[in-house]
């Protein structure tokens, strides 16, 4: 490769649809955020293209030009079979929302590279169209859920649709980036594509933020102080820590437990997990052990590492959490599970310690060991702080991510003819509605001819809204008995202006939280 083309300065866009502090919701919006400062440092023009909570704009942040958009419904209005496939419509709504800003960034001045997570295809029509030179980043594609069962996925028409968008945006790509072996194998096999195509880029991180010296989030205590940080889902193990408390405290009564993280409906039937693991503590009789905190704003999760004695990373499956990586750079001694990429970010009884996923028996002996040996937990995480310092710093992680990007502009200048679509870019968003709606009346004229499909639909739409289809029925009813003279009455017209807007603001609705939920497992 030619050193002086990794030396000019690139003009990039990130497209994300988590950047902090508006949608920072986990590790990737971690992760775009130490990127995006990393090529900074480094000299280049760094833009980011991220979804807004509320209404869009953009601001400059640090030297970073941060667009923030509103999620546009696709295929808004939707009131037939658009319910069956409610994730899928969240990804291409998304994707298409911050597709339409970058394509207006890019028509007024061009970027040499765009970069974007695989997760929910959010580079899918930077794939399709070409414009411009793309990297994936592997976070964990939608067929590892549906392959692992994870957060209740379903191997139904809707998840696997989204699983394909991801592929074809990730077999689209000009070049493609893991932060770990362990995913990357699993990528190349799911695709079939040869491993070499995945690049290795470890998760960067700035260790004069999070580094051991510091405000701490708790004034000092006698206690010995376990943290975990993360959602509270199965995934994220949290469940095996509760079961491993007991006998922690049978043998270590000294410790108290700090658990950071937001409460997810990811139980058994979409039900609370925080009231799942508090039933689970209240039957055990551990509360006076553990301190529950909601999610913690990235800027003051140092403080609370800070506050730690042992960080616990017990995942049923992370390709690479930042929690763990995090802590490690804080000074704090990890205990981790084999259970991913972890164990390539630790290393075992060097830097931290690696027990088997899914076990409390292992996880309480390791806890129980570190507890009882304070030079120990020093030893490792002093060895932690080291092994960040030599191998994740986010200057020289964007620096090999540079090399990734000259990598991609080679390669998109050898193919930039295969492209999958070949309209123009500009009007892609009204095809991909027009598309939706068409599918949406076929689903409806295949479906509804079906008498027993009907009385389902009946009685579904009445359990759900009962007011809108006490008003639909209405509507229909004196149609029928008044025939096209009740059409110009003002008071049907009324009843079918609200109609309409209820049902809109329904299917919405509907395709909102589906993807929220969605949103909130892939974190």
């Known amino acids: 490769m030619d050193a002086a083309l990794t030396e000019t300065n690139m003009r990039i866009c ?8 508006e949608t920072g919701w986990g590790g990737i919006a971690t992760f775009a955020k130490h990127l995006a400062h990393g090529l900074k440092d480094l000299g280049h023009d760094v833009e980011v293209v991220s979804l807004a909570v509320d209404k869009p704009h953009s601001i400059r942040e640090a030297g970073i030009l941060v667009h923030r958009v509103v999620q546009k419904d696709v295929g808004g209005g939707l009131s037939k079979g658009g319910a069956l496939m409610s994730y899928s419509r969240y990804v291409l709504a998304t994707s298409s929302s911050l597709w339409k800003k970058f394509i207006e960034l890019h028509r007024r001045k061009p970027f040499d590279v765009v970069d974007c997570p695989e997760l929910l295809a959010e580079g899918i029509w930077p794939a399709l169209t070409k414009v411009a030179p793309l990297a994936v980043r592997l976070y964990t594609p939608h067929s590892k859920f549906i392959a692992e069962r994870l957060h ?27 932060p770990s072996d ?28 999070f580094q051991p010296k510091g405000n701490t989030a708790y004034m000092p205590d006698p206690r010995t102080t376990v943290l975990f940080v993360g959602r509270l889902e199965e995934r994220k193990g949290i469940h095996y820590l509760i079961d491993a408390i007991p006998s922690i405290v049978s043998q270590f009564k000294n410790v108290r437990f700090i658990i950071v993280g937001d409460d997810t409906n990811t139980a058994a039937g979409q039900r609370s997990v925080m009231k799942e693991l508090q039933d689970k503590v209240n039957k055990t009789q551990i509360g006076s052990y ?19 004695d042992i960080c616990v990373v017990p995942s049923v499956y992370d390709n690479s959490p930042y929690t763990c990586l995090e802590a490690m750079s804080c000074g704090k001694p990890v205990i981790g599970t084999s259970a991913g990429g972890t164990r390539e970010y630790i290393v075992d009884g060097e830097s931290g310690v690696i ?28 060895a932690a702080r080291e092994r960040v310092l030599n191998h994740f710093q986010r200057k020289e992680i964007a620096r090999q991510t540079v090399e990734l990007y000259q990598e991609a502009i080679e390669s998109f200048q050898k193919r930039a003819d295969y492209k999958l679509y070949r309209g123009d870019p500009d009007k ?18 295949m ?36 025939g096209q ?39």
């Not at 008498?451 to 004196?478: D, G």
Request: glycine share 2%; hydrophobic share 40%.
């Open 447 to 482: 479906l509804f001819l079906e008498p027993a499909y009907r009385m389902v639909h009946y009685y579904r739409s009445f359990k759900a809204r009962p007011k809108l289809f006490l008003a639909r029925t209405a509507s229909v009813v004196i149609k029928k008995l008044f």
């Open 182 to 209: 362990d995913l990357a194998d699993f990528v190349s096999l799911d695709l079939n594509l040869p491993r070499e195509r995945i690049k290795i880029i470890r998760n960067p991180i700035d260790p004069e933020v």
């Open 355 to 382: 027990v088997p996923p899914r076990d409390a028996e292992a996880l309480a002996t390791s806890i129980v060991d570190l507890l009882h040996n304070k030079a120990r937990r020093e030893e490792l995480g002093a």
């Open 152 to 178: 209740n996925v379903r191997p139904n028409l809707d998840h696997q649709l989204v699983a394909a968008i991801e592929r074809v945006a990730m077999l689209s790509a000009d070049a493609l980036t893991s």
């Open 14 to 21: 990130l497209i994300s649809r988590e950047y902090p502090p």
């Open 290 to 308: 553990i301190e529950w905190v909601n999610r913690v704003p990235l800027d003051a999760l140092p403080s609370y590492y800070r506050s730690a």
């Open 485 to 523: 003279r009740a059409n110009s009455w003002s008071v049907m017209q009324k009843l079918q202006t609200q109609i309409d807007s209820k049902s809109a603001a329904a299917g919405t609705k509907a395709a909102e939280t589906s993807g929220k939920e969605l949103t909130a497992s892939r974190k």
């Open 428 to 445: 892609l968003y009204d095809e991909l509605d027009q598309f939706v709606h068409a599918w949406d009346d076929g689903m409806y004229d």
